[in-house]
């Protein structure tokens, strides 16, 4: 399935257009800069869990890892510290307004963030990991999921019956022979229908459907 690569190109594109302090300096693995420019912002989804329903066809509430990294360098530990916190509250403001994101989610069930810190030289590297659990409901049906090579072979329909057999008016003894659906018949004597008799039938074959 593609949903954590849909949910990280949301993540990413909506992250561009907060105008975070990162700018648009905002990365995913297709294009993961070789050397970073700061403030930047790298997203990933590279996990999820499935808990089944116990349903049949199969079906799942689905929580994909959406990984945010917040990169800032400043000239002091204090900066590079507060600024990183300023960039993660952006980032989080802009991931939780995104309604692109959440109509394609029930809801974000957690939120962990972890920083470091650490000194080049003359100066200093904050580095905010941030992981948004994603629940969302998934899936698979038998029919339209399944590769081409396994999906099962469908018996052709050859015609729609509908018939009708009224509750009203009903013969009390009466019986016919053939009925559509002898397990729906009233016993004898009867007082009410369905009796046997096919009062009304209709038949419908594919080629009926067809348009010129």
């Known amino acids: 399935m593609l949903y954590r690569s849909i949910l990280r190109d949301i993540a990413a594109d909506a992250l561009r257009r907060a105008q975070t302090i990162a700018a648009d300096r905002v990365y995913t693995p297709r294009d993961w ?14 996990s999820d869990r499935k808990e089944s329903l116990g349903q049949e066809p199969p079906a799942f509430t689905a929580t994909a890892t959406l990984d945010v990294e917040a990169r800032i360098q400043e000239t002091s530990v204090a900066a590079a510290r507060d600024a990183c916190e300023t960039l993660c509250d952006q980032i989080e403001c802009a991931l939780l307004t995104c309604t692109d994101l959440l109509r ?8 962990e963030s972890a920083m470091e810190l650490n000194a080049t030289g003359r100066m200093h590297i904050a580095d905010m990991r941030m992981s948004f659990a994603l ?28 018939h009708a057999d009224t509750i009203e008016p009903a013969d009390k003894s ?16 009867r007082t009410r229908g369905p009796d046997g008799r096919d009062e009304g039938t209709l038949v419908i074959k594919p080629q009926d459907l067809e348009r010129e």
């Open 33 to 46: 800069p070789t050397t970073a420019c700061y403030p930047c912002i790298l997203v990933d989804c590279l």
């Open 104 to 111: 394609r989610i029930q809801h974000v069930s957690s939120i």
């Open 135 to 162: 629940e969302y409901f998934i899936a698979f049906d038998p029919f339209t999921d399944t590769p081409v090579a396994l999906q099962p072979v469908a018996v052709p329909l050859e015609e729609i019956g509908i």
């Open 174 to 189: 009466g019986t016919y022979p053939n009925p559509p659906f002898p397990e729906a018949i009233t016993p004898e004597p």
